[in-house]
């Protein structure tokens, strides 16, 4: 008997919570700042919840915002302000992004279109980026490919690289902010991608599996490698939220990977997030795995579940950026997963900042590129291991040069 979906069904207090806001921070506190971060804009985050009342009003508030700005970036390329026109088209993206989020229904026509929406306008970003951006998409088994994006740093000759990777319910174009980018301007390539249960993979019906995430992973490294503007000695990844797990998974699985960082922590286990957290995290996943039915989900995941094992495969240097009060991820799962890492080790635990980190992020985002820079230069001694406590009102710089 197919377990009853007891919790899959409490859409109205979603509903609820988001008629009691002005935006998303009362179901994800500090996401506001992380958006913003992103490249979202503050006028069109505004469009959008001044029109949502309920869960199921985002995906056409967020289309609406994103066709009006499509609009204006044909209008502009056909006057000719190209610079203008691309800084729209990647708005747009964003928002079309969005639009796709919460329907976790593959073949939905409300979710294609917004894909095809997503796709249309990020490929003009590319177009009109004057060759800095490039878009590409290998194989990584039998007729399954992943998807990335590289951002080419500037100046010549072969450079540091981050591959960066989303979270769960994240996507490639909204992860890496071609007009603020703390990798870029510190002489850093950006490569972000979907891996299997991701944007561009869902769509393709490529799901998330065990194993495959890390294979995806490493198509696009062999693709980084073979360009004479990557370094193939100082390639990083950064994840993100359930992109921290994958980061370490890649890590463990790929030698030619030198560091890995994990902001948003999500290294615990999965008990927290699928069955205490909101509902609609579960409902996600179960899309981007291709399941339907609960109880054979949860089955499934019981395989998934054994990230400190995967620890004691990473050894090269590890950094993860969270708060103390992750509804996701508590502190006693970050010294679980800390315990069993191999290499070297630091810990920036923020006090009372919760999962998205939006009220920290234009600290930790420049300060992680910094961190991850140095290890790719100069690497950390055997046995490293510092964690640094921020308490609240304090900024990690007191703490770097206390």
Known sequence: ?????????????????????????????????TRLSRGFMMEDLHAVYT???????????????????????????????????????????????????????????????????????????????DGVMEKHSPEFASGQKTHAVFHKAPGDGPKP???????????????????????????????AIDGPGQGECNSNAVWLTEDNYQLAA?????????????????IGVMGMSMGSRWGVQVGA?????????????????????????????????????GYTDEAEFDQFMTGMDHLPDVAKGLKVPHLLVAGDMDELCAPADIATFRENLAGPSELWLYEGIFHPMGEVAAEIYPAMADW???????????????????????????????
């Open 1 to 33: 008997m197919a377990k009853p979906q007891l919790r899959g069904d409490q859409g109205w207090i979603f509903d609820n919570f988001l008629m009691l806001s002005d935006n998303e921070d009362v179901l994800h506190p500090g996401i506001m700042g």
């Open 372 to 402: 991850l820079l140095t290890t790719l230069n100069e690497g950390r001694p055997s046995g490293y291991e510092r964690t640094v406590y921020v308490e609240e009102g304090a900024t990690l710089g007191e703490y770097e040069h206390g």
């Open 51 to 129: 029109k949502v009342t309920g869960r199921r009003s985002f995906p056409k508030a967020w289309a609406k915002r994103a066709t009006a700005l499509e609009t204006l970036a044909k209008a502009a390329e056909g006057q000719g302000r190209i610079v203008t026109a691309r800084q729209l088209y990647h708005r747009a993206a964003l928002c079309f992004g969005r639009a796709q989020h919460l329907i976790p229904v593959h073949g939905n026509a409300q979710k294609e279109e917004s894909y095809r929406s997503l796709y249309r306008c990020y490929d003009k970003v590319i177009e009109l980026s």
């Open 218 to 234: 490493s198509a696009v490294i062999d693709w980084l490698v073979a360009r004479d503007d990557v370094d193939a000695e100082r």
């Open 253 to 289: 699985h790929d030698d030619r990977v030198k560091a890995v960082c994990g902001q948003m922590a999500n290294v615990g286990t999965f008990d927290t997030i699928f069955e205490q957290a909101q509902p609609n995290f579960k409902r996600i996943f179960m899309y981007m795995t």
């Open 161 to 191: 690289t981050m591959l960066i990777i989303p979270g769960m319910d994240a996507i490639k174009e909204d992860v890496a902010n071609p007009y603020n980018n703390d990798y870029l301007t510190r002489g850093m390539n950006v490569c």
